[in-house]
């Protein structure tokens, strides 16, 4: 009875601890894999060398480094803080309606891919 106890106590530690590790895996979001597609479709054609973005605010994010520069003003990521990271603001409309981005006529951002930049901001906003 007690060996049967053990053991069962461990099969349970066992699933618990494979979900765990299950959950960590679907959460862990990277700039590479999730973020640069995003930014590759909603915001790089301004957002690069020449593009009105960038001349308007000195905003690239062509790569990691740009993006984490931020315009020349300041960062527009805070890493572990989405919600006060203005490239987020923007795209959420929370500032000024004419700031909103992408900007011009645009489709606004999947609130999918909002998401999951709130998620990598939150994560650490890594290099990952
Ligand atoms: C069609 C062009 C265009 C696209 C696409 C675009 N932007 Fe912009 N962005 C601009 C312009 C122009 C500015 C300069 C500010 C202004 O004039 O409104 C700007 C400025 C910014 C700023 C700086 C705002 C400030 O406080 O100075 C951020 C942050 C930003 N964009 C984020 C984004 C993000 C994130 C995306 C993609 C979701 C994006 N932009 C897509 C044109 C664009």
Redesign the pocket.
């Given at each position: 009875m007690k060996n049967m106890l053990t053991a069962g106590t461990l099969m349970l530690i066992c699933l618990l601890l494979s979900a765990l590790a299950g959950c960590m895996v679907e959460d862990a979001v990277s700039y590479s894999r999730d973020v640069k597609p995003?930014?590759q479709k909603?915001?790089?054609?301004?957002?690069e060398q020449g593009?009105?973005?960038?001349?308007?605010?000195g905003?690239s994010?062509e790569t990691y480094d740009d993006l984490m520069k931020?315009?020349?003003?300041g960062p527009?990521v805070i890493p572990g803080d989405s919600e006060g990271s203005?490239?987020?603001?923007?795209?959420e409309g929370r500032?000024d309606p004419?700031?909103s981005?992408?900007?011009?006529g645009?489709d606004p951002?999947r609130k999918q891919d909002i998401d999951t930049l709130r998620r990598w901001i939150d994560q650490g906003a890594k290099k990952n």
């Open positions: 995003i930014i909603n915001c790089i054609s301004c957002h593009g009105a973005g960038y001349e308007a605010s905003f994010m931020g315009t020349n003003f527009m203005n490239m987020v603001v923007l795209m500032a004419s700031i981005m992408p900007h011009g645009m951002v």
